[in-house]
């Protein structure tokens, strides 16, 4: 496995970073405004106050059913898991662990990994970025853990082999969410390959994204050359979606892309029937 898009930020559309925040503040800070009622303006003003009327029995039994419907309606709303307050966001720092891999921020010291990694001709000739020195590794790492910081639905994972505790690739998952859609981004070192690496960090992030960011699709691309994470792609239960002709520039050449996609419900039917197992092991930390 080489690599299928890491490079996602230049994607982003501009203004989303506050979308969610901004909605947030408005439901947090929301209100009624109660006005004075007409019996209080009568007692501040010294009027009569008139006898109030006998409310009819069958009126005072259709208002309260429509007030429990309406009520029904209100805690049915705020429970669902598309309610963009209610979506479960981790806390930066968090880890994801699989039976050989763990997910885990990127520290400063990998940085000599990372670019003995990057720099290798067979990540090279599919990846969207370079690192050509240990200086531009080092911003690298420090770009990911700033990123997260500012950004909460952006999410960038160092790859690390449980036995060894070596890194061994990155990966990545964007969220955007007004249209609850994420992208993920991985690579694995060329030294790396033939492990299943590919295969076992994607189903990671392919399940991090529907069970801890609450996301309806997740997508991904990749050259058409690539045959490595293709097939990474596929057995993570991701389908062949479009292909894209001249779609990005890599190094100055115009290259095509395939589109893969998996929606929430087919993903979660695989499940079920048993074509995909489930890859990580308890609960993120940071999602609780």
């Not at 501040?44 to 029904?72: C, I, M, V, Y």
């Amino acid at each position: 496995m080489s690599c299928y898009d890491e490079d996602l930020a230049s994607r982003l559309p501009p203004g989303v970073p506050g979308s969610i925040t901004g909605l947030d503040s408005a439901i947090s800070s929301g209100g009624l405004l109660t006005l004075p009622s007409q019996s209080e303006q009568r007692r501040k003003g010294g009027e009569a106050q008139p006898q109030p009327e006998k409310p009819n029995s069958s009126q005072t039994e259709r208002d309260r059913t429509s007030n429990l419907s309406r009520q029904r309606g209100i805690a049915q709303e705020s429970h669902s898991p598309r309610r963009p307050a209610e979506v479960k966001r981790p806390v930066p720092g968090m880890r994801i662990g699989t039976r050989r891999l763990l997910l885990r921020p990127f520290f400063s010291s990998d940085a000599c990994s990372l670019y003995a990694h990057l720099c290798s001709p067979g990540i090279q000739r599919y990846s969207l970025f370079g690192v050509g020195s240990l200086v531009e590794a080092r911003n690298y790492i420090a770009y990911t853990i700033q990123s997260m910081k500012e950004m909460e639905w952006i999410k960038w994972f160092a790859i690390v082999a449980k036995e060894s505790s070596t890194l061994v690739g990155g990966c990545s998952i964007i969220c955007r969410p007004p249209h609850f859609e994420a992208e993920i981004g991985c690579w694995i070192g060329e030294r790396e390959w033939n492990h299943g690496y590919g295969t076992e960090a994607t189903r990671a992030l392919i399940e991090y994204g529907f069970e801890a960011m609450r996301t309806h699709r997740i997508f991904a691309t990749c050259r058409p050359g690539n045959i490595p994470s293709i097939r990474a792609l596929v057995k993570s239960g991701m389908k062949k979606e479009a292909f894209l002709r001249e779609n990005i520039m890599i190094r100055g050449k115009w290259e095509n892309s395939v589109l893969f996609s998996v929606l929430e419900q087919d993903w979660r039917k695989a499940r079920q029937t048993g074509q995909i197992t489930r890859s990580t092991y308890g609960v993120p930390e940071g999602c609780s």
